[in-house]
């Protein structure tokens, strides 16, 4: 059996491979990969991939990207399960997550390797350091627009303060 914890005796299984999955949305997931069309490519060399989060972790191989570094030795990683890996079995560092606890999201400039805790930072470390990068063109019109918002506001912030230091 696939991962998923729950407590329904129903397995969902893959009519083409026999393959058991404890939810729905893991077997809905899984079919995919028995499809001969994979929509997303790397652009590296070409492989194909199901989902947009396969690609992400594959090109992180051709880029040498590595977010999540190891605390305790600098030892840095592609994915973050790996990292939470490599803390338990050469650390002896568990990780404890109540079941669906949702993990601090990282947001990863895939460029350069650069993490912030927030959309907002990425979007602004993409627009100075990477002017001409994919990222952009793909981040919607509304959310670029949402977050132009907030930099002008910052951005005016920040003069006020000056003008207010400046007459002291």
């Known amino acids: 059996f696939t991962t ?9 299984s893959c009519d083409l491979c026999g393959k058991g999955f ?3 949305r893991m077997l809905n997931r899984h079919l995919k990969c028995h499809s001969q069309v994979k929509r997303h490519l790397c652009t590296f ?17 051709h880029t040498g990207i590595r977010p999540y570094k190891c ?3 600098n030892k840095a990683f592609t994915q973050r399960c790996s990292l ?6 050469i650390h002896g560092v568990q990780q404890h997550y109540a079941y669906k606890q949702r993990r601090d999201k990282l947001y990863v400039c895939e460029d350069c390797g650069y993490t912030g805790p927030t959309q907002e930072d990425l979007y602004l470390h993409v627009t100075s350091a990477h ?3 994919v ?3 793909k981040t919607s019109k509304k ?6 918002s907030k930099l002008m506001s910052a951005h005016q912030e920040n003069g006020n303060l000056n003008e207010e230091e400046g007459r002291k």
């Open 4 to 12: 998923g914890i729950c407590n329904d005796a129903v397995v969902h």
């Open 22 to 24: 404890r939810l729905q």
């Open 45 to 61: 060399c070409g492989k194909g991939f199901n989902d947009t989060f396969d690609l992400k972790r594959h090109v992180r191989t």
């Open 71 to 73: 605390d305790v030795c």
């Open 84 to 89: 939470e890996s490599h803390l338990k079995k």
């Open 131 to 133: 002017p001409g990068s």
């Open 135 to 137: 990222f952009l063109k």
């Open 143 to 148: 959310l670029a627009a949402l977050l132009q």
